[in-house]
């Protein structure tokens, strides 16, 4: 095989290109309950009449089931492989997207949270596997951009999810205290916080009929016998994984970055209305070009990894969103450093939307990072890493909590959490990632 050809199959393992799209279009599905939980805590903080705090807790059942179901999904693929782990994994996520019917019905928040944790769950066996199969699909030398391309389009199924969400969820109707106390007064109020819990189900229960197709179609296809640790006779050990600076530093780094990642997310339509004159649906609208731009991020993330390493990219864009987080902070009403009220505002909904691309490579270029190297460990510290987006449901109510103290009573200071994230986030992109020799 000559130099040119050798080349040409150095991103994907030849034979395998449908295979390779099959799977990259799982995170375009993953992407759509994990945007429309950005819809449903604006949602529920209407129809449940929550707080910030309360409403953070959805990001927090969600990557709860990340993290409990992280280590069997990757004991089950090791076992049985990645093209079963990946079909269970949207049995489950299927499964979860029905329970929104019966937790609609009921109008409990507990029983949306129970169906979010098992969406979750299947997610769980979705992540685990596709990242890991396709940074084992060809060339280790290309695995950062390989998944950094399939990862391209999981914005695009963001822009999808938010779109559905702030369609047929949000029903842009916002009672102001005026309107509640006369509903009240009329005995409708109650009518009026069912109705918005019912605009609920129609979404999900669709998108779990779609999830299930997949899964038949993924049943027909054909799979290669790959294992990213390139040794599939080991299972590995966390002893053997703590020998791995690189691997635990990038533990670290993606705990944080899944804590800026859906603070910012979670609270970008809250902060929008905190600081403009828009409405749920004007500011849901917003979320879809800060996910337009998540996605323009990854494709180009991808294209300059060719002329930049991976890891000090992200280093630059770490830095390049500690500064714009500043911005946001001092230029909504809550900080006002710049003294030009609406003007000032419109600043800090724009820098805050401008992390967005910033961030895009981030996932992926950890993850890579830091499963790259582990050998027979590959698999349990692809396992971990997908744990470690607890992180999500750990700093977004810590988010929320500080925006809910009455000397804050706003988004802006909560993003104090998103900025210490990217400073993590810097220090392993220009520090934590290199991979060392394991030790004896």
């Not at 401008?354 to 510290?381: D, E, Q, R």
Request: glycine share 10%; net charge positive; hydrophobic share 50%.
């Amino acid at each position: 095989m000559n130099q040119s050809r050798r080349t040409a199959f150095s991103l994907i393992t030849p034979g395998y290109t449908f295979t390779f799209i099959l799977v990259t279009l799982l995170f375009f599905m993953w992407a759509l309950p994990n945007t429309l939980n950005d819809v449903l805590i604006k949602q529920f903080m209407k129809s449940m009449e929550l707080s910030r705090l309360e409403a953070g807790f959805v990001q927090s059942a969600f990557k709860f089931g990340y993290f409990c179901l992280a280590i069997p999904a990757g004991l089950f693929m090791q076992r049985l492989g990645y093209k079963a782990g990946l079909i269970a994994g949207l049995v489950f996520f299927a499964l979860g997207c029905f329970l929104f019917l019966p937790a609609a019905m009921a109008g409990k928040y507990s029983y949306f949270l129970g169906a979010l944790f098992v969406i979750a769950g299947g997610l769980s066996f979705l992540e685990l596997g596709a990242n890991s199969f396709i940074a084992g699909l060809g060339d280790p030398e290309t695995s950062e951009r390989r998944l950094n391309l399939a990862q391209s389009f999981n914005p695009i199924g963001g822009i999808t999810g938010v779109t559905i969400g702030t369609v047929f969820i949000f029903s842009g109707n916002e009672p102001s205290a005026a309107e509640i106390l006369h509903m009240k007064a009329a005995g409708t109020y109650q009518a009026f916080l069912e109705t918005e819990n019912l605009r609920l189900w129609p979404t999900y229960i669709t998108l779990g009929i779609t999830v299930l197709l997949v899964a038949v179609v993924i049943w027909f296809t054909k799979f290669p016998q790959i294992d990213a640790s390139g040794s599939p006779g080991h299972k590995g050990s966390f002893k053997a994984l703590l020998k791995y600076p690189h691997w635990y530093n990038a533990v670290i780094a993606q705990f944080f970055y899944l804590g800026a990642q859906l603070g910012t997310w979670s609270y970008l339509i809250t902060y929008v209305q905190e600081n403009s004159p828009m409405n749920e649906k004007q500011a849901g609208g917003l979320l879809i070009v800060n996910m337009v731009l998540f996605m323009c991020g990854r494709f180009f993330s991808t294209y300059l990894m060719k002329y930049v390493k991976p890891a000090r990219l992200m280093g630059i864009y770490s830095c390049i969103n500690i500064g714009l987080v500043i911005l946001v902070i001092a230029a909504s009403r809550w900080g006002n450093v710049f003294g030009l009220h609406d003007i000032s505002c419109w600043i800090g909904i724009c820098a805050m939307i401008c992390t967005t691309f910033f961030m895009s490579l981030m996932y992926p270029t950890i993850f890579a990072s830091g499963v790259k190297g582990l050998g027979s460990n590959a698999k349990l510290g692809a396992s971990v890493l997908i744990m470690s987006l607890i992180g999500g449901a750990i700093l977004t109510p810590v988010m929320g909590l500080i925006a809910d103290e009455p000397w804050a009573h706003a988004v802006a200071p909560a993003m104090i959490v998103p900025m210490i994230s990217y400073i993590v986030i810097a220090r392993f992109a220009f520090v934590g990632s290199r991979p060392r020799d394991s030790f004896p």
